[in-house]
């Protein structure tokens, strides 16, 4: 039976501050296979971030620390990796596609004197074959005229080809394995749809496996095979997509379904809002003292909630996870 490219068991990160200690990552199990496309979504703050700068072992290490019973990439413990090793496999192995071009992208550089560079280190290609090389993966991402575009530099491109270029970085080093981070972020629907379309074509084209990263539940149902829903540092709910998405079974994967705008809601903001927000619910106990992370918010909540020790992951038919009492109680199996 072949390795997962990703295997993930007991991971926990967080931070000191102040003397105190603030967990922001505690992940039971996951693992992404080769070739596949896994999707990751969550609000913003829930730890995703950290999650994929974690992979490549790139969090300040004081203050940030990090433990795991597994984290493997192709077999490889990534935490056991001496600095060279990781300089090796970040880039060659395991790349990454950042949420925010401008910041991901030196101002003072052409694309080309950029991409070059890269291709240098990690190919030991130079002079016209590197730059040869660079216009093929700006061709690749779909950027047109690829010579005139590697002579610009970052502040001369719009938000989607800034988007591409640092696509066309994250592949041009032949990485097997993709993490994109909030590829969309920032950018208006139609450039959004241009750059997810990008990104499946090239999946399925280089055969790369990809953690697809994200704050909307609709991109990942159309980019993903398997998708897990990250609450508080948590995987409350994973699965097929089609068993998320056509039978959800935690209170916070409803919500952000329900965030997810209608054909008839899509010219209507208010709606949308309307949508996405849930009733603030009384306070019968304080956040301290349940043991869900998201009672406080949760319609569904029941008594039992308030247990002691998380709800972990329990499965309820074929690759369908939830970590939620009330969906247990629900199915007779709590």
Same mark, same amino acid.
Not at 79 to 101: A, N, T
Not at 105 to 131: D, Y
């Given at each position: 039976m072949e390795l997962p490219h990703l295997e993930i068991e007991n991971l926990h990160v967080g931070f000191t501050a102040h003397e105190s200690y603030r967990r922001v990552l505690d992940v039971a199990h996951l693992h992404v296979d080769r070739g596949e496309a896994f999707g990751l979504v969550g609000e913003s703050g829930c730890g995703k971030s950290v999650l994929a700068l974690t992979l490549l072992r790139l969090l300040r290490c004081p203050p940030?620390?990090?433990?795991?019973? *597994?984290? %493997?990439?192709?077999?490889?413990?990534? &935490?056991?990796?001496?600095?060279?090793?990781?300089?090796? /496999?970040?880039?060659?192995?395991?790349?990454?596609?950042?949420?925010?071009?401008?910041?991901?992208?030196?101002?003072?550089?052409?694309?080309?004197?950029?991409?070059?560079?890269?291709?240098?280190?990690?190919?030991?290609?130079?002079?016209?074959?590197? *730059?040869? %090389?660079?216009?093929?993966?700006?061709? &690749?991402?779909?950027?047109?005229?690829?010579?005139?575009? /590697?002579?610009?530099y970052p502040h001369q491109l719009s938000g989607g080809e800034r988007q591409r270029v640092i696509i066309a970085l994250a592949l041009c080093c032949d990485a097997k394995f993709i993490i994109a981070d909030e590829p969309t972020r920032n950018l208006d629907v139609t450039v959004q749809a241009g750059i997810l379309k990008t990104i499946a074509r090239l999946r399925h084209e280089l055969g790369v496996s990809l953690l697809f990263i994200a704050n909307n539940l609709g991109l990942v149902s159309a980019m993903c095979d398997r998708v897990g829903i990250l609450l508080e540092g948590r995987i409350v709910e994973t699965g097929t997509v089609d068993e998320v998405i056509g039978d959800p079974r935690h209170p916070y994967t409803h919500m952000l379904l329900r965030a997810i705008p209608t054909t008839e809601e899509q010219g209507d903001a208010a709606s949308v809002l309307a949508a996405a927000m849930v009733p603030a619910l009384p306070l019968a106990v304080s956040s301290a003292d349940a043991a869900c992370p998201y009672y406080d918010r949760c319609p569904e909540r029941e008594a039992y909630c308030e247990s002691d020790g998380l709800p972990e992951l329990v499965g309820i038919g074929g690759s369908h996870e939830v970590a939620c009492r009330v969906a247990m109680v629900t199915r007779g199996e709590a």
């Open positions: 940030g620390q990090i433990s795991a019973s *597994r984290l %493997r990439f192709d077999g490889r413990d990534i &935490l056991s990796l001496s600095e060279r090793e990781m300089r090796h /496999l970040r880039g060659r192995e395991l790349s990454m596609i950042f949420q925010d071009p401008m910041s991901s992208m030196n101002p003072v550089f052409t694309v080309g004197s950029q991409l070059t560079k890269v291709i240098r280190r990690i190919h030991g290609e130079r002079g016209k074959q590197a *730059r040869a %090389r660079a216009a093929e993966f700006i061709r &690749l991402v779909g950027l047109p005229d690829p010579e005139n575009t /590697l002579t610009k």
